[in-house]
């Protein structure tokens, strides 16, 4: 039965050539509903301080799709940000108004990663291409937050701790995880035993920062604040391309098993396959309100999904 679901949802996302049951679709996707689609949007060609069209000075520009969206953030306030790759650009989306903010001054590869920041900024890594960078709602640069340990190290994931203000920076190739103070300075270097070998992403929430580890084919958790340790809490993830954590929910997608993984308070509750959720290449995953945000690469657009226990 496994071996042939698994069978028909490749066929699914090749050729189209079979089709799920109902009831089968249900059971995979009972724990993520279906929300909210972002495909791009009007850009607002001048923005006031708030971020507001300024009628006076242009209004809207034309509509702009998405063409290969790789990371997004949900801030507190619920402002959705996505780095499109394709467009080297990052958007600030703005539903209630059917439009986005390009935010200006922040270069975007496939490799830029996004993180919300609890007062509602947002936070952009880069790898070796350029130092993180802390921007304001309105697009102002606020900070510039460079790799203050280990000489030539630099960032390529980066997560916010919402109660503190500290920041946490990943270099994979190092294997080195670095607390920043919310100033921009770095502030400790994590031992390299907490981080698992070859990291492929990471994620926040609460007290603990998780680590995917590609050789190990696991989750690990770390706790920052208490004993400073590193737990396995998950295993047989192939290859995890991207992670999410907040609100008790931890979301995984591996791209080798083409599933996105779903935990909840530690149990398991779902592997949907991405075909199955009408995913084609998650490059991106944020987790806040109790929804799941999917930067669909392939796909040109963001997914969201409500997620249900």
């Known amino acids: 039965m496994q071996s042939s679901r698994r069978n028909c949802l490749k066929a699914i996302a090749a050729v189209a050539a079979c089709s799920l049951s109902p009831a089968l679709l249900a059971a995979e996707t ?123 190290s630099y960032y390529d994931e980066v997560v916010a701790d919402a109660a503190s203000g500290r920041y946490y920076g990943l270099d994979k190739v190092q294997r080195r995880l670095e607390e920043v103070m919310p100033n921009g300075l770095g502030g400790m270097l994590l031992p390299e035993r907490m981080v698992p070998e070859q990291p492929t992403a990471m994620a926040m929430d609460g007290q603990k920062i998780y680590i995917a580890g590609r050789s190990c084919q696991c989750l690990a958790a770390i706790d920052v604040f208490g004993a400073r340790s590193m737990e396995i809490v998950a295993e047989d993830i192939a290859l995890a391309i991207a992670l999410a954590a907040g609100d008790g929910w931890l979301a995984v997608a591996d791209a080798r098993e083409r599933q996105i993984k779903l935990w909840r308070q530690g149990a398991l509750l779902a592997e949907a396959d991405f075909a199955g959720l009408g995913l084609m290449d998650p490059r991106g995953l944020a987790i806040a309100q109790q929804t799941l945000y999917v930067a669909d690469g392939a796909g040109r657009r963001v997914v969201s999904f409500r997620l249900r226990a």
């Open 30 to 152: 009972r724990h993520l509903l279906p929300g909210q689609v972002f495909s791009g949007s009007r850009v607002i060609q001048r923005p006031t301080e708030g971020g507001f069209p300024d009628l006076r000075t242009g209004g809207m520009g034309p509509p702009t799709p998405f063409v290969f969206p790789v990371s997004v953030a949900v801030t507190p306030t619920r402002d959705i940000y996505v780095a499109d790759a394709g467009l080297g650009a990052i958007f600030r989306i703005d539903p209630m108004l059917d439009a986005m903010n390009a935010i200006r001054g922040a270069r975007v590869t496939q490799q830029t990663r996004l993180a919300a920041a609890s007062d509602g900024s947002l936070i952009v890594a880069n790898g070796s291409a350029g130092p993180v960078l802390r921007i304001g709602r309105s697009g102002r640069i606020l900070q510039n937050i460079d790799a203050q340990l280990g000489g030539g």
